[in-house]
């Protein structure tokens, strides 16, 4: 026996698989931002060795055929776990701490078109706690980061900036930056920004062009560079780091819900299909081998559903030839019942913990889905590897599961599994997906519903950072714009049902986010602040939305 879906689903998947390609759709991701100030803290549960600082002979650069170096004194051992020669890191001396760097390279998109970028995040030890200071990403194929001992310097295409390590508030500073705006009249216009709270502009782009070639030419600075045609892994077991919440908030206080159903499912097969997946959820948490249900196409449905609204019985059922007998529908699992109920113990804790790690007691349900975008959009990492190979038509096993569980996904995972965490919340949401309009490429995202209206929210597209809500709160015709999958292609909860003009997204609420440069989500007055770079990053939010529901 092997694992399946509903045979509908299984032949739209295979389409869509084969349609990826990694410099479109999903595996194309636009690169708008960089890590935020207030959501880059980490802390973590593991303690750890103290760490010791590298001679001053030690090689900091690894390259293509060099092995991972090696930690002989097992500084971060413990937040590190085991790196394959695929997760190159370095650890370097900043101050009188010392810092590690691990790489994280693939491919993005930039303006359209494919580049590569390398990503590299930052690592930290307080008061025994590893703790992740932030994500660094340039947009070409040299260096993530460079450090004269003192500061980090992060190169991208629109922007530079200094970033000084604050290791007791576990945080990276942004101490001086340069970026490019574009005018009213489509110009260019350089800026540059010595220390937070103050700004000029330049004449020209000479002064920011200089700013880029001293970090590259400092006699002091060390350039980390890593190799390019590597992605990083994620391992769940060495990075249990998350960001806390403010002070003045309280995690959310509810449990595991071992029953949540989006409303489309409802909608599609009717009010009784909710008491037959529930009942199916019950004995699926349980280990058991069978559940009432009354005929073999129900039995797909509910398959079909449990892909987004379980993901954990989703991913270790298998294929039943008779599914259903004598009003049972069977149920067998690809593990020993015993081992099975375990990863049932596993799973409900990390959708808890990870829940409680961003989400606050008393959010609204425009804080519970912001919150939860941009926490999954900066742990979760997209898995090129993954799409090549669905590509090449060996196609791995894909499911939401997978990037709840280790925090690697592609786009039909992360889709789903942000789908099932709102749902957790008692947010509505569903997976949505589409081809673009030349048939070249497919992706999927997650459709949220927010004081009873539809939007469009794409975590794969802001993978990698926490700051960007440029594809949060989409309508039918932005989605249109952001990606070119026509609303008339859209294929609602991913079942061939329903589609656009079933579940309309219309409301442009969020609009003023979708050309922000970066955004961040302020719980004290309940509102979302957004602006350029420099407005969010030298804490000046130039315009607010309201993240508190009217009542």
């Known amino acids: 026996m092997k694992k399946r879906t509903a045979a509908v689903r299984l032949l739209c998947m295979l389409i869509i698989l084969l349609l990826l390609t990694a410099s479109a759709g999903c595996a194309g991701a636009p690169d708008h931002g960089a890590p935020d100030r207030e959501s880059a803290s980490y802390p973590g549960s593991t303690p750890q060795a103290e760490s010791a600082a590298p001679s001053e002979t030690t090689d900091i650069v690894p390259s293509a055929a060099q092995e991972t170096p090696a930690d002989p004194e097992g500084a971060f051992s413990e937040i590190i776990g085991t790196l394959s020669g695929e997760q190159p890191y370095v650890i370097v001396r900043v101050g009188d701490q010392d810092i590690l760097a691990v790489a994280e390279n693939g491919t993005r998109s930039w303006g359209g078109e494919a580049a590569t970028a390398s990503q590299c995040r930052l690592y930290a030890q307080r008061d025994g706690r590893p703790v992740q200071l932030g994500v660094l990403e340039s947009s070409g194929e040299g260096y993530p980061l460079a450090c004269d001992g003192t500061s980090f310097f992060e190169p991208h295409r629109r922007q530079i900036r200094r970033l000084v390590p604050d290791i007791s508030s576990g945080v990276l500073v942004c101490a001086e930056a340069a970026y490019i705006s574009m005018d009213e009249d489509g ?47 994620s391992d769940a077991a060495a990075f249990e780091l998350w960001p806390e919440l403010p002070p003045s908030a309280s995690p959310w206080s509810g449990d595991f819900r071992p029953h949540v159903l989006s409303s489309i499912y409802t909608k599609a097969f009717g009010e009784e299909f909710r008491d037959t997946f529930y009942a199916f959820c019950d004995a699926a948490l349980a280990g058991e081998d069978s559940f009432p249900c009354p005929d073999t196409q129900t039995w797909f449905y509910v398959m079909d559903a449990a892909r987004t609204c379980l993901p954990v019985a989703s991913h270790y059922l298998l294929m039943e030839e008779d599914p259903v007998q004598d009003g049972r529908g069977l149920l067998t699992y690809s593990l020993p019942r015993e081992e099975y109920l375990k990863e049932v113990s596993r799973f409900s804790a990390r959708v808890t913990e990870l829940i409680r790690a961003c989400v606050a007691e008393g959010d609204s349900e425009t804080e519970r889905a912001v919150s939860l975008f941009c926490y999954l959009a900066r742990r979760w990492t997209y898995d090129t590897k993954a799409a090549e190979e669905s590509i090449g038509g060996d196609i791995p096993t894909l499911d939401p599961w997978r990037i709840l569980m280790g925090d690697l996904g592609i786009c039909q995972e992360a889709a789903g599994a942000y789908a099932y965490l709102l749902l957790q919340t008692g947010v509505d949401a569903f997976v949505t997906g589409a081809l673009t309009r030349d048939a070249s490429s497919a992706h999927e995202w997650t459709q949220v519903c927010l004081d009873g209206a539809w939007y469009h929210c794409d975590v794969t597209y802001t993978m990698g950072r926490g700051d960007d809500l440029s594809h949060f709160g989409m309508t039918d015709a932005q989605r249109e714009i952001d990606g070119d999958y026509p609303p008339e292609y859209f294929n609602v909860g991913e079942f061939n049902v329903f589609h656009r003009e079933d579940v ?48």
């Open 187 to 233: 110009e260019e216009r350089f800026y540059y920004a010595p220390e937070p709270g103050e700004e000029y502009q330049l004449d020209s782009g000479d002064g920011f062009s200089a700013l880029w070639q001293a970090y590259d030419r400092a006699a002091e600075a060390q350039i980390l560079t890593f190799p390019t045609d590597t992605w990083a892994k």
């Open 504 to 551: 309309p997204a219309e409301d442009d609420r969020f609009s003023a986010l979708w050309t922000a440069s970066a955004a961040m989500l302020d719980r004290t007055d309940h509102v979302i602040r957004y602006g350029s770079f420099s407005d969010v990053f030298l804490d000046r939010a130039g315009e607010t939305l309201p993240a508190r529901d009217v009542d």
